[in-house]
C-alpha cells in the first residue's frame, strides 16, 4: 500500500440554502467543519459535486491526505458523483468514508461501521449501487420521527431549537470521530466514538 494514498470522505445532504439546517444535512454540516479543520475552501468539481484536497491534522504536521467531498446531486442520487470522485482520485472504495444522518439511533450519537445495509436511506442505497457496500460509515443519530409523522418529512425538517443548542458539539464530535476513523482505525475509533 502505497503510505499516503488518499482517503474520499463524503457528506451527504442535498443542495440548496432551504435544505442546509435539514437533518438529513448534518453529513454536509460535518464536511465544512471538516473542511475548516482542513484549511481550503470547497470549490466545483466535474464529478457533481463540491470538493477539497488536503491533509488532517495540523497545518504542517503533514496528517492524512484527503478529499472531502459533498455531492450536488440529491440525496437519493448519491452515487453519481461519490463513484465519479472515487474514479477521479483513484480512490478505492475500501478508503470511503460516508457521513450521513441516521433514524435508528438517537439523537446526537454516532456509529461507526464499515459494510452493511442501507437501512432504507436513499443516499446509501445509491453510493452501495454505484460502488458495493464495503466502505466506511459515521452514523450519525436524528431520531425517529415523534408520532405517526412521515419519515421524509421529518429528515426534511431543520433541526429543532432544543436540538440546535447542542448540534455544534454533536457535528464536532462527528469530525473528530472521522479523524479517529482514518488516524487510529475502526476498532479504535469505534470504542471513542460509537455511543
Not at 19 to 31: I, L, S
Not at 181 to 187: F, H, M, R, S, V
Amino acid at each position: 500500500m502505497i503510505v499516503d494514498e488518499p482517503w474520499l470522505i463524503a457528506g451527504l445532504g442535498n443542495p440548496g440554502p432551504q435544505y442546509a439546517d435539514n437533518r438529513h444535512n448534518v453529513g454536509f454540516m460535518v464536511a465544512d467543519l471538516l473542511a475548516d479543520r482542513v484549511g481550503g475552501t470547497f470549490k466545483a468539481h466535474k464529478a457533481r459535486a463540491l470538493a477539497l484536497e488536503g491533509r488532517l491534522g495540523a497545518p504542517g504536521a503533514g496528517g492524512p491526505r484527503v478529499v472531502l467531498a459533498k455531492p450536488l446531486s440529491f440525496m437519493n442520487l448519491s452515487g453519481g458523483p461519490v463513484s465519479a470522485l472515487s474514479t477521479f482520485y483513484r480512490i478505492p472504495v475500501s478508503r470511503l468514508v460516508v457521513i450521513h444522518d441516521e433514524l435508528d439511533i438517537g439523537y446526537g450519537a454516532l456509529r461507526l461501521k464499515r459494510g452493511g445495509g442501507d437501512n432504507g436511506h436513499n443516499g446509501l442505497k445509491s453510493i452501495t449501487a454505484s460502488l458495493g457496500r464495503d466502505y466506511y460509515r459515521v452514523r450519525f443519530g436524528v431520531g425517529r420521527p415523534p408520532g405517526r409523522m412521515d419519515v421524509a418529512a421529518f429528515v426534511l425538517k431543520d433541526f429543532s431549537t432544543a436540538e440546535r443548542k447542542e448540534l455544534d458539539y454533536f457535528v464536532d464530535r462527528a469530525a473528530d470521530a472521522v479523524e479517529a476513523l482514518i488516524t487510529q482505525g475502526l476498532e479504535r475509533a469505534q470504542s471513542a466514538y460509537n455511543s
